[in-house]
Nanobody
Framework: QVQLVESGGGLVQAGGSLRLSCAASGIMFGINVMGWYRQAPGKQRELVASISSGGSTNYADSVKGRFAISRDNAKRSVYLQMNSLKPEDTAVYYC??????????????WGQGTLVTVSS
């Protein structure tokens, strides 16, 4: 089965940095778009950043200039470098991938989530 495994979450002081990693495994023809979402307590899940297979990126306004998304296609991984963290960044962060299975069907898979806590 296709699976996403995340790492890098934790507790950090405001102004600090964290780097989240997500690695995909399983049988896939290719991965089109990978992204990071987050869900704060009592709030809906929201898109933080995404990156296409060609390297085009998209960021939520709240993280522009602070976060950077990147991917390594050979490792089938996506990363989120988070700098200048704020308490409002506290959330469970989820990795997401849209991929093609061997039958060329577009499918979506989610990671289990990793908790990022930013203290003030």
């Amino acid at each position: 089965q296709v699976q996403l495994v995340e790492s890098g979450g934790g507790l950090v002081q405001a102004g600090g940095s964290l780097r989240l990693s997500c690695a995909a495994s399983g049988i896939m023809f290719g991965i089109n778009v990978m992204g990071w979402y987050r869900q704060a307590p009592g709030k809906q899940r929201e898109l933080v950043a995404s990156i296409s297979s060609g390297g085009s990126t998209n960021y939520a306004d709240s993280v522009k200039g602070r976060f950077a998304i990147s991917r390594d296609n050979a490792k089938r991984s996506v990363y989120l470098q988070m700098n200048s963290l704020k308490p409002e960044d506290t959330a469970v962060y989820y990795c997401n991938a849209n991929y093609l299975n061997p039958s060329m069907r577009s499918l979506e898979v989610w990671g289990q989530g990793t908790l990022v806590t930013v203290s003030s």
